[in-house]
């Protein structure tokens, strides 16, 4: 099964080319159907014209409420054909109505291992309380901030070097590994949420994946659970 997803952020879009590209090399079965910012100098919409993909600007400052900007959204996904919303940076809390016109449909990463840490600066957060390890968790959108049914996670040693920039550039690197992985598991059919719990279909390997992540000149290993399949 292909995946119609629409992809919503709000920045740069490094999350969102990941996706563009991995659709491109046949590694993710998915159409993207299109791109939507909310802000007008979010450079995601540049990148998605580069890969020729449909895209569009609704900026939020000019609309009511956000129960309107949400109504107008959801009218131009659906539109488009897009029936999986891929939060890629995007920085706005959905509301209700839109959760509802897609449910167990919309996806976000989060810069931090949730439940530790949520809200919109993950890697600041982490750096300051002084943990010795975050990461990143893909999961699934609820109406609470940060709080849905975790599909995947990668966590990464923090050094008592590490400022937020260099804690968050190997964040980056783990995000881009496990967020087509989430997706391609989607696709497949392959995810159950059992209570609060989000269960994977046939897979083999109890033992999460190590891997090296690069980043500023550093190498170290990554745990990622559950394994990726793909890379």
């Known amino acids: 099964m292909s995946l119609k997803i629409a992809i919503l952020a709000s920045g740069s879009g490094t999350n969102a080319q990941v996706i563009f590209e991995a659709v491109q090399q046949k590694k993710l079965d998915a159409q993207i159907c299109l791109v939507l910012a909310n802000r007008p100098d979010a450079k995601v919409l540049e990148r998605a014209k580069n890969f020729g993909i449909t895209h569009c600007l609704l900026d939020h400052t000019l609309f009511p409420s956000r129960e309107e900007y949400d109504k107008k ?51 600041r957060d982490a750096v300051g309380y002084g943990v010795k390890f975050s990461g ?33 550039n190997r964040i980056h690197c783990l995000e881009h590994k496990i967020y087509v992985q989430a997706l391609q598991w989607l696709a497949e059919e392959r995810l159950e949420i059992i209570g609060h719990t989000v269960h994977l279909k046939g897979m083999d390997r109890q033992k999460a994946n190590c891997v090296d992540v690069e980043s500023g000149g550093l190498s170290m290993n990554a745990l990622i659970y559950p394994p990726l399949e793909r890379e």
């Not at 959760?99 to 919109?120: E, K, T, W, Y």
């Not at 709080?147 to 804690?167: W, Y």
């Open 73 to 123: 959204v959801v009218e131009t996904i659906k539109a488009h054909g897009a029936d999986c919303i891929v939060l890629a940076g995007y920085m706005r809390m959905v509301t209700p109505y839109f959760l509802a016109s897609f449910p167990q449909r919309v996806i976000n990463i989060h810069p931090a291992v949730l439940p530790s840490f949520p809200g919109v600066h993950g890697a």
């Open 136 to 168: 990143c968790t893909v999961h699934f959108v609820s109406e609470e901030m940060d709080a849905g049914p975790i599909i995947i996670q990668a966590v990464t040693p923090c050094l008592q070097s590490d400022t937020e920039e260099s804690l968050q």
